[in-house]
């Protein structure tokens, strides 16, 4: 039995309600399903193996014990929201083993690289608010991402105050191996191309478009990089600090070096651009039968580039 304790709402062009017990026990029986699922398709893969070998000791793993993982990576919380895809996913890379956890948006020709976590499960933006993604991410661009801290505490009307938000990535961004980006205290917006480098820490902070954050970079929160500015590898930006456009930041605590050259500012446009151009190499290295998906064959074929054998 689920009991809700029913406040009075004082914002109801802002106040969510708690979850309905139809929303709960849609969400349970979803998960029971697709854990049976699992279950059978395993079942049935290994017995099919049976079929045409003899299994030994020491044998190859069976299909679905390989270390590729082929199981969903975007992890949805019922009441913290969950990851959507702002655009074609075909023109989108999530790596699978990266982690999309609670309100993470990702914008058209971003990529997440192998390893990345970006974790949004400290936000009050419940599943079920909307029923379509295009209203849900409308209501947020519009009202939530510049809501006031006290009006936005206010929506999650079961947890008063848990603070947090959403994780934006925008469009033409990459996020490296091993980077992680948390929304703990507020939201964390990145901008159009940028490019934050393996194993940097981004926290609740704002990176604004056509910037670079070095590899192993901290981002406190409430820190701000303004559009092409430069954090260089390691470098630590404190909390309240704001690195102004067209600089070039280094140290812990993190301080302007030097202004960026013309030629550097478009080297960071240049590195951005590219990473959007690797992603859709690895869009398909889960496709099944190999990682070369059939238009690259068959664009190889016309060009001459391998044989056209039987």
């Not at 029986?29 to 279950?39: H, I, K, P, S, Y």
């Not at 991402?145 to 505490?153: A, I, K, L």
């Not at 194993?199 to 056509?210: C, Q, T, W």
């Not at 993190?254 to 859709?280: F, H, I, M, P, S």
Request: contains cysteine; charged residues 25%; glycine residues 10%.
């Amino acid at each position: 039995a689920f009991i809700f304790l029913h406040l009075p709402n004082h914002h109801s062009h802002h106040t969510m309600s708690p979850p309905t017990l139809w929303i709960r026990l849609r969400h349970s029986v979803g998960r029971a399903l697709r854990e049976t699922g699992q279950m059978v398709d395993r079942v049935g893969i290994r017995g099919a193996q049976h079929a045409i070998s003899t299994r030994i000791v020491d044998d190859d793993a069976v299909i679905f014990d390989n270390p590729l993982s082929r199981h969903r990576n975007k992890m949805p919380l019922l009441r913290r929201g969950e990851p959507l895809i702002d655009g074609e996913d075909s023109s989108v890379f999530i790596a699978p083993c990266s982690t999309l956890i609670g309100s993470v948006r990702i914008g058209e020709g971003s990529s997440i690289w192998y390893g990345a976590c970006l974790r949004a499960d400290m936000c009050s933006n419940g599943m079920g608010k909307f029923k379509a993604k295009e209203q849900q991410l409308k209501w947020e661009k519009e009202e939530w991402y510049t809501m006031p801290e006290e009006e936005s505490e206010k929506i999650d009307v079961i947890e008063k105050g848990s603070g947090g938000g959403a994780i934006v990535i925008g469009c033409g961004t990459n996020v490296q191996d091993g980077a992680v980006i948390s929304a703990n205290t507020n939201h964390c917006i990145i901008g159009d191309s940028v490019t934050i480098g393996h194993m940097a820490h981004i926290h609740s902070a704002r990176v604004d478009s056509f910037s670079l954050i070095g590899m192993g970079s901290v981002l406190s929160p409430d820190s701000h990089v303004e559009s092409y500015a430069f954090v260089a590898a390691g470098s630590v930006i404190k909390s309240g600090v704001t690195v102004p456009s067209g600089e070039l930041w280094a140290g812990n605590p993190a301080k302007k070096l030097r202004d960026l050259t013309d030629t550097e500012k478009e080297k960071l446009v240049y590195q951005a651009e590219e990473y959007v151009k690797l992603g859709k190499n690895h869009c398909d290295v889960m496709t099944v039968g190999g990682n070369v998906p059939d238009y690259a064959i068959e664009h190889l074929m016309l060009e001459g580039e391998i044989e056209n054998k039987p």
